[in-house]
């Protein structure tokens, strides 16, 4: 442990303990030697450090790069042969392996000009925007699964609710074409926030810079980011770039936990809309019938964990000097922890999509069966005959009281039927539209309409009408395209320059 100011044996080994975060480290320990391999290269172009000890630190640094996961086992009880309650961090345990490799005189050169403040900060930036990649990755994923499930049912007649009450005729393409458009934003939010994680904060220090002759830019630039997070203070404190990333995940979460909902509630025996394949339910203990959505229900849970792993980051921020505190040391696990979540989750989502049937048939009935047409009726009685919407919307109401009385749904109702309903409403002005009025007008509305002639008729832009479907869905397909080729060229500049650190961290 590299600390002064410390008696000679040391901190107390429960205190350590307490404090050390060396375990969760796992998840950063190619970073951090990659981002030691770029600052020792700074060192080297600034003349802070010689040529033989830049070789001699890159060359441990690149023996704990390939031998890290024996060295740094996640399950074991010892790091590289010391035991991981020795030391905080993996930033130490990554200097003191080299420091016992290159030999103090050269490895104790590497931590010049650089804190664990900025290090630190450093080593989670590249691990979630690696995270947030990988999540916008299977964003697109699921998205053009969703697409291509849609292009099945442009023609899957549906009801589509609100307040879990049928409302109008849709089509299964077009909820499916709603979770894609929810993805789609999830998509645009994580990579905005991309371009806030992808700056560099190393060369902040502790908190206020140093002295030294250093190159911040020029390990950007090695490490592959857009730029530098210029104020010293800002950079080794801030942990916004995190809250926002959770924040981004939280609702993404949120999206795909109303996904899920909706499938468990139509894959219920009285819905029967959908049927989830085997392979993706889980059966009964006892019960052998049983074929249960347990992945969509743990879905919703992990939604709700989500939501509470970004308070915490956001808990722990808040009360926050200016200047780094210990405290941000257990953003950390929350962070990983959202990050498995995200991906996980949409894993599974594209799992349950893949294996899930529809049952047309039943769709149709329920959508043919119920009175999904009386706003077609008032907006017909709008188009055709010139009637005041609300004059309209009264008259259709009073149809579906009429309807429902007799048991029957509006579009079977016979010219009679519609005469008995117009007798019992004469508390509906028609005197300026006598159209609302006239059982003739009305009967031939009623008995022309059904759920593919509404369907037919929904004209506006983004509905569920049948020619909105196959614009939408041709122009998701492009949307998908275009944004999956921008997030190869985002991973490529990331790739490219890694590959530039390997070269000239060989070539010292």
């Known amino acids: 442990m590299y600390r002064a100011r410390m008696g000679d044996g040391g901190p107390d080994p429960r205190i350590l303990g307490y404090l050390s975060s060396a375990r969760e480290d796992a998840e950063i320990i190619r970073y951090d030697i990659l981002g030691s391999q770029a600052h020792v290269l700074m060192l080297l172009k600034t003349g802070l450090v010689s040529r033989t000890s830049a070789r001699r630190i890159l060359g441990a640094l690149s023996e704990i790069l390939r ?144 002295s030294l002759p250093i190159d911040r830019a020029y390990t950007a630039e090695l490490l592959g980011f857009d730029g530098i997070l210029e104020n010293s203070l800002d950079a080794t404190s801030t942990r916004d770039f995190a809250a926002e990333y959770a924040a981004a995940v939280s609702i993404m979460m949120s999206n795909l936990s109303r996904l899920a909902e909706d499938i468990v ?5 009285e819905f029967s809309f959908v049927e989830l394949e085997d392979d993706i339910s889980s059966p009964s203990s006892a019960m052998p019938q049983k074929k249960n959505p347990d992945v969509l229900e743990i879905t919703r849970a992990r939604a709700a964990e989500a939501s509470g792993y970004t308070g915490s980051i956001l808990g722990i921020m808040g009360g926050l000097a200016s200047g780094y505190g210990r405290d941000l040391q257990r953003t950390k696990p929350f962070l990983w922890m959202i990050s498995d979540t995200g991906i996980s989750a949409l894993l599974a989502v594209q799992s349950v999509l893949g294996g899930m049937r529809v049952n047309k048939a039943r769709m149709r009935r329920v959508t043919e069966a119920s009175d999904l047409v009386a706003l077609d009726v008032a907006e017909r ?22 309807a429902h009385a007799i048991r029957k749904s509006v579009r079977k109702m016979t ?18 539209s006598p159209a609302a009025s006239d059982p003739k007008i009305l009967h031939a509305i009623t008995s022309s309409l059904g759920p593919v002639t509404s369907l037919r008729g929904r004209i506006s832009r983004g509905s569920s009408g049948y020619a909105e479907q196959r614009r939408m869905i041709s122009a998701r397909k492009r949307a998908i395209t275009r944004l999956r080729d921008a997030l190869e060229e985002r991973k490529k500049r990331v790739d490219d320059a890694f590959t530039s650190l390997k070269k000239q961290t060989k070539s010292v």
């Open 67 to 210: 031998r890290r996961r024996s060295l740094f086992a996640r399950s074991g009880s010892t790091y590289g042969g010391k035991n991981a309650g020795a030391a905080e961090d993996i930033h130490e345990l990554v200097e003191s392996l080299v420091v016992e490799m290159a030999g103090a005189a050269h490895g104790g050169r590497m931590h010049a000009a650089r804190s664990r403040n900025d290090q630190v900060a450093l080593d989670i930036r590249m691990k979630v925007r690696d995270d947030i990649n990988m999540m916008c990755g299977h964003i697109l994923d699921a998205a053009e699964s969703m697409v291509l499930f849609a292009s099945n049912h442009r023609r899957t007649v549906m009801p589509l609710y609100t307040h879990m009450q049928q409302a109008q005729a849709g089509l299964f393409s077009h909820w499916l074409l709603a979770h894609t458009d929810a993805l789609l934003r999830d998509y645009e939010r994580l990579s905005g926030a991309y371009g806030r994680v992808n700056k560099s904060p190393l060369g902040a220090g502790p908190v206020g810079g140093t």
């Open 381 to 402: 009685l709008v188009l055709k005959h010139d009637v005041p919407f609300r004059t309209a919307h009264g008259m259709a109401a009073l149809l579906v009281q009429h």
């Open 415 to 432: 010219a009679s039927d519609v005469r008995s309903a117009l007798r019992k409403g004469g508390s509906i002005d028609t005197k300026l």
């Open 265 to 269: 509630v139509w894959s219920t025996s």
